[in-house]
T-cell receptor, first 111, second 117 residues
Framework: AQTVTQSQPEMSVQEAETVTLSCTYD???????LFWYKQPPSRQMILVIR??????QNATENRFSVNFQKAAKSFSLKISDSQLGDAAMYFC????????FGAGTTVTVRA | NAGVTQTPKFQVLKTGQSMTLQCAQD?????MYWYRQDPGMGLRLIYY???????DKGEVPNGYNVSRLNKREFSLRLESAAPSQTSVYFC????????????????FGSGTRLTVV
């Protein structure tokens, strides 16, 4: 079974600064997807960014970017120019035929 | 608006009571899923339905049953609720279970907060 590990239960960042969230996963597959989801206090699950394992180029979506290290099975999320609206729980997720989630990292943004 | 609708949003049950959580989607997706979210454990898959007429166990199926009523609806039933089933439950959908179908991830409902006392 695939496992996804997020080792940082909580992270705090100053507004306009950068924060990086860590994620590692375990798999024997060569083709899969990785995702980061955001869950604000409303509970809604919002897709932030995705990475296809066969792509070497790291995905970027506006202020969100990933550092995908396939050999190391690492998939970190960088939030640049943090805004108050970025405060949420962030989940790393791995997909090959189902979506498996890490435990989540709570991000707080200080004004 | 197209999406995934879960009912109810909140529920309190007594130990031993039964209830059904409802999920309906108008995304025309083939696959549907039930997850539970607990602090420090992320979301864990309870059951899924790859397509209409099929259901399979996920990671934590004990104490639950599901029904894929039609393409749109996928319900989760607790026959005899236990305090350990206190959780937030999410329904999710996707086009299918292969990689191409999941390129845009899953679409999630807004969740049901269930408390069993």
């Amino acid at each position: 079974a695939q496992t996804v590990t997020q080792s940082q239960p909580e992270m705090s960042v100053q507004e306009a600064e950068t924060v990086t969230l860590s994620c590692t996963y375990d798999t024997s597959e060569s083709d899969y997807y990785l995702f980061w989801y955001k869950q604000p206090p409303s509970r809604q699950m919002i897709l932030v960014i995705r990475q296809e394992a066969y792509k070497q180029q790291n995905a970027t979506e506006n202020r969100f970017s990933v550092n995908f290290q396939k050999a190391a099975k690492s998939f970190s999320l960088k939030i640049s120019d943090s805004q108050l609206g970025d405060a949420a729980m962030y989940f790393c997720a791995y997909f090959d035929y189902k979506l498996s989630f890490g435990a989540g990292t709570t991000v707080t943004v200080r004004a | 608006n197209a999406g995934v609708t879960q009912t109810p949003k909140f529920q309190v049950l007594k130990t031993g009571q039964s209830m059904t959580l409802q999920c309906a989607q108008d995304m025309n997706h083939n696959s549907m899923y039930w997850y539970r979210q607990d602090p420090g454990m992320g979301l864990r898959l309870i059951y899924y339905s790859a397509s209409e007429g099929t259901t399979d166990k996920g990671e934590v199926p004990n104490g639950y049953n599901v029904s894929r009523l039609n393409k749109r609806e996928f319900s989760l039933r607790l026959e005899s609720a236990a305090p350990s089933q206190t959780s937030v439950y999410f329904c999710a959908t996707s086009w299918g279970r292969d990689l191409t179908s999941a390129l845009n991830g899953y679409t999630f409902g807004s969740g049901t907060r269930l408390t069993v006392v």
